[in-house]
């Protein structure tokens, strides 16, 4: 994967800010089956990872791996999903359809978190979160430039032989983000709660 230049990015009282603010407030999960090719380049992930390295992260400890599954890698990672299907007990059809779903986005991305327990500075909570907003602004980055993606899970990410073929020691499976070119608008977070209801102000307790 070929390292992107620098590139130009909004500072204070800059008239691009407040637009691109409006774009990413715009960003919802778009889910496989609305995804299409094409799915971003090369160059595009790695301004993406490039968005990711610039989240919060205490002590630069950069917890978090991404692997690309595209390719023939994309097959390989159908057979492993019908494979803990079969293991889970859903039967011919429902690993088929395990299969399948493996297939369907574009381009899949691997989440690996690497969380050291025993750092002397930062606990593991402070690492987890540097790892979701890594997340977070890989996905911003995407919706940004114009693709859709959704974070996936579910009882395959504790699969041991789906966690063995996707991590290194040490790392842990997250789960898949899907992403390609969406064919629609997502319908928006119907369930969000409005700003009012998650930020206030503090008032300490009186003695």
């Not at 919060?56 to 057979?79: N, S």
């Not at 399948?100 to 691997?110: I, K």
């Not at 987890?128 to 990410?157: I, P």
Request: proline share 11%.
């Amino acid at each position: 994967m070929q390292t992107q230049p620098p590139v130009s990015v909004p500072v204070p009282g800059d008239p691009s800010g407040p637009q691109a603010l409006q774009a990413l407030l715009g960003r919802y999960s778009v889910g496989p089956k609305y995804l299409v090719e094409p799915a971003p380049s090369d160059a595009q992930l790695a301004l993406m990872t490039e968005a990711a390295l610039r989240a919060p992260d205490h002590a630069e400890l950069v917890p978090w791996r991404l692997k690309l599954v595209r390719g023939e890698a994309r097959q390989a990672m159908a057979t492993l999903f019908a494979e803990a299907a079969r293991r889970a007990g859903k039967g011919e059809e429902g690993a088929a359809l395990d299969a399948e779903r493996a297939l369907r986005p574009p381009l899949t991305v691997a989440v690996l978190a690497r969380i050291d327990l025993g750092h002397p500075l930062v606990p593991a909570h402070e690492q987890w979160v540097a790892v979701g907003a890594a997340l977070a602004n890989f996905l911003g980055a995407a919706h940004l430039l114009g693709f859709g993606g959704k974070m996936l899970s579910g009882a395959k990410v504790r699969d041991p032989a789906i966690a063995a073929a996707f991590c290194e020691p040490g790392e842990t499976l997250l789960g898949w983000i899907a992403l390609g070119t969406p064919v629609r608008r997502p319908g928006g977070a119907q369930r969000k709660p409005p700003a009012a209801d998650v930020m206030a102000d503090w008032h300490p307790a009186c003695k």
